[in-house]
């Protein structure tokens, strides 16, 4: 009777009730421990997180802001995505030479590229301040919060830089019912050392992209590099590989069903606590906005880039991060609605009532003002997203938005030296704003997206531009042409885009007639308008929104008393644990955990932008040219694998680490039965999606011809 129990619970799940779920503080892993031993972890909590010695958390960094990336060898070489180097693969491709088409190995430290703008932050400790931001905020709300939060937040993370070349931040967990102090080394020599050609980075593109199964070896290396101190330094022929505290052992052992696998990184932004009237406002009318403007504009770069090899070049990178989020919000809306997300956070929402009546009165309107709050917001909803993701789009469009400040110092009648003082900022930045710039491109991104502007923010909202300037001078029943027209005349007459009269024309003595630009024109109505009448509502309803959440979660601690809470994905490192595992999507099928190369000659197409492969890596993979990479029970190369960890964007490039501390993998992606997981995390779906080490090995060693960077690795077979 005993053991059918267990059995039952087992099946049930309750046992492992904690595990796969959650993004956890390495800080507190000690929470965590014993289940992560039970899963198959061999390490001690010390090995994972510690301050005093080095441990895995040292061997991970945050990779330019929005990815992880792990060190791989004892001379800092770095691993992460092809996805996350990309842009600056791009960069330092041109169409003669081009490394993002090719690849690109490295074959001695003199030949590492130099990436302008890249850095890397080692975590050095996490430090729990919030009794210090408390006694400070005391019972502020709002805004207020925000402004208060700010002032404590520079002072602690001041006082952690002193004695070192640190760069600390303070964190709100739990909306604002916790907080904590993180300090962090910061690199930025950091150097390209090899890539794979696109067509296997990007293997299957936008057609995979966020689907199981999949082919794409989605990484690329680089290296850190420091003083002669082992310290962070600026660019310089002189600097030298740095010495890591740690470094990750590479297995080529492989993995099986249910081994025990672990990802550290930087998960960038959950929304697991969001209440139902979030997620109907996500399914009903900001996703489906987002995904309409994304479509347009994607169609248009797609037509203007296969133009041309240069403005394919010049665009990929932008054109990338657009599709990724534009197929995310159409998978996160398409499962929020077919895994019933809204009834079940209905279900869970009727459960904290039912809590609160018996715990704590005050707390039993908390939901009505939930939906007050999303519903005051809702006529804005478009305006807003429109304003981020349309009417900012073209490049003559941003830069012209940076006249808003000339205008206002011209409003306040500033001196003629101030004012040159800013048209002297705004000519350094007009170079940058032009990089790669296509006009035909642009010019058709400003025509569809302004009509499209016009067509969807409710009338009554939009600036007074479409009226006195585009109907007012090129108005005509049909609307395409008036925006043509419009657009076109825009384009012909504007001084931004040509730098020698722009320079002649960017300061004081000119600035009445450069104001009197189309371009900027436009830009300052559309922007002017919305930051005066619209921009109060979005704030409005995101400091709500604040105060909201942090009564909601501080409320589901106390609930959860005694249990472990993980907190939302906010950019600081965590850890999430789980196992390899397959998974059933529909009824009657089946997805194995793992993929093998003779599924790239599966999806091969010659010639496609997506499915091609260089001849040469067919040869390799025809002649099943594997060498020790392998698999050997399987007798094949496994390409990819996947796991249940619970991970989100800003995980992209982790480390998977098996039970002893080794890389198995890479993770890269999500798939597409679970994309509603920033919202919710499903159990049975959920799954990440991790390019086997082997895989990525056997490209460094026989596609990339890289084979002297596994000497400096800690290879485990
Ligand atoms: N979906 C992946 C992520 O967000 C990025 C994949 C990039 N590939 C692509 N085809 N856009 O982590």
């Not at 950091?190 to 082919?215: A, C, Q, S, Y």
């Not at 054109?319 to 209905?346: C, D, H, R, S």
């Not at 020790?628 to 990819?640: E, H, I, M, N, R």
């Amino acid at each position: 009777m005993k053991k059918l129990l267990l059995v039952l619970l087992i099946i049930s799940g309750q046992f492992f009730a904690k595990a796969d779920e959650g993004m956890w503080m390495p800080l507190l892993i000690s929470q965590n421990y014993a289940e992560m031993q039970r899963l198959g972890l061999k390490l001690t909590a010390e090995q994972i997180y510690s301050i005093n010695k080095s441990s895995m958390k040292d061997a991970i960094v945050h990779f330019g802001g929005g990815c992880t990336g792990e060190i791989i060898s004892d001379k800092a070489l770095i691993l992460t995505n092809h996805h996350c180097g990309y842009s600056y693969i791009a960069a330092l491709s041109s169409v003669s030479n081009n490394y993002l088409m090719n690849g690109f190995m490295a074959t001695s430290r003199e030949q590492e590229l130099p990436c302008p703008g890249l850095s890397v932050k080692f975590l050095s400790r996490i430090e729990d301040v919030t009794a210090k931001v408390n006694s400070y905020i005391g019972d502020a709300y709002g805004a207020d919060v925000e402004k208060k939060f700010a002032v404590i937040a520079k002072e602690i993370s001041e006082k952690a830089n002193e004695n070192g070349t640190y760069e600390s931040d303070v964190k709100s967990f739990y909306a604002g019912n916790k907080y904590y102090l993180f300090v962090y080394q910061k690199f930025t020599d950091i150097r390209l050392v090899g890539t794979p050609p696109e067509n296997l980075g990007k293997f299957g593109g936008d057609t995979d992209n966020w689907m199981w199964p999949r082919h794409t070896c989605d990484f690329s290396m680089f290296r850190v590099y420091s003083n002669n101190d082992n310290k962070p330094a600026p660019y310089s022929p002189n600097n030298r590989p740095y010495i890591p505290k740690h470094h990750l052992p590479v297995s080529l052992k492989g993995v099986k069903d249910n081994d025990y696998a672990m990802i550290m990184g930087y998960p960038g932004r959950t929304t697991r606590y969001m209440t139902s009237f979030g997620v109907d406002q996500a399914i009903n009318l900001s996703n489906p906005t987002v995904v309409k403007i994304r479509d347009k504009r994607l169609s248009i770069m797609r037509g203007e880039m296969e133009k041309d090899p240069a403005v394919d070049l010049a665009y990929a990178s932008s054109y990338a991060q657009i599709a990724n989020y534009w197929k995310y919000f159409i998978g996160q809306t398409e499962q929020l609605k077919n895994l019933n997300i809204l009834a079940q956070k209905e279900k869970e929402e009727k459960q904290f009532l039912n809590w609160a009546k018996e715990n704590d009165k005050s707390l039993t309107t908390l939901m009505n003002d939930y939906q007050k709050a999303y519903a005051a917001y809702q006529p804005y909803v478009k305006h807003a997203t429109f304003y981020r993701e349309a009417f900012m789009a073209p490049a003559i469009t941003k830069f012209a938005m940076s006249f808003d400040m000339i205008d206002k110092a011209l409003n306040a009648e500033v001196s003629k030296d101030s004012i040159n003082v800013l048209c002297k900022r705004i000519l350094k930045a007009r170079k940058g704003a032009f990089e790669g710039f296509n006009l035909e491109l642009d010019k058709k991104v400003f025509a569809a997206l302004n009509l499209m502007y016009y067509q969807d923010v409710p009338k009554a909202q939009l600036p007074a531009v479409y009226t006195n300037e585009v109907f007012g001078k090129y108005g005509s029943d049909d609307w395409q042409e008036t925006f043509d027209n419009y657009t076109e005349n825009v384009y012909a007459k504007s001084i931004l885009l040509d730098s020698a009269k722009f320079e002649y024309m960017c300061n004081a003595d000119n600035i009445e007639t450069l104001m009197q630009d189309g371009a900027i024109v436009h830009a300052l109505s559309v922007m002017q308008n919305y930051n005066t009448n619209y921009a109060p509502k979005v704030n409005e309803f995101n400091y709500e929104m604040f105060d909201l959440n942090r009564a909601y979660q501080g409320a589901l601690l106390e609930k959860n008393k005694g249990k472990t809470m993980y907190p939302d994905a906010n950019s600081t490192m965590r850890v999430s644990y789980g196992k390899v595992s397959s998974y059933a999507p529909k009824d009657a099928i089946f997805y194995n955990y793992y993929t093998m190369a003779d599924g790239l000659l599966e999806k091969y197409v010659p010639g496609d932008k997506e499915f091609d492969l260089q001849p040469k890596i067919v040869n390799l993979l025809k002649n099943k040219d594997f060498g020790p990479y392998a698999d050997k029970s399987l007798g094949g190369l496994v390409t990819c694998f996947i796991t249940t960890n619970d991970i989100t964007g800003g995980n992209s490039g982790s480390p998977v680490i098996n039970g002893n501390g080794e890389l198995i993998g890479c993770a890269f992606d999500g798939n597409w039965e679970a994309m509603s997981g920033d919202v919710a995390f499903d159990k049975r779906y959920k799954r990440t999606i991790c390019a086997d080490v082997r895989y990525i090995m056997w490209v460094v060693d026989k596609v990339l011809g890289g084979r002297m960077l596994m000497d400096e690795m800690s290879i485990r077979n």
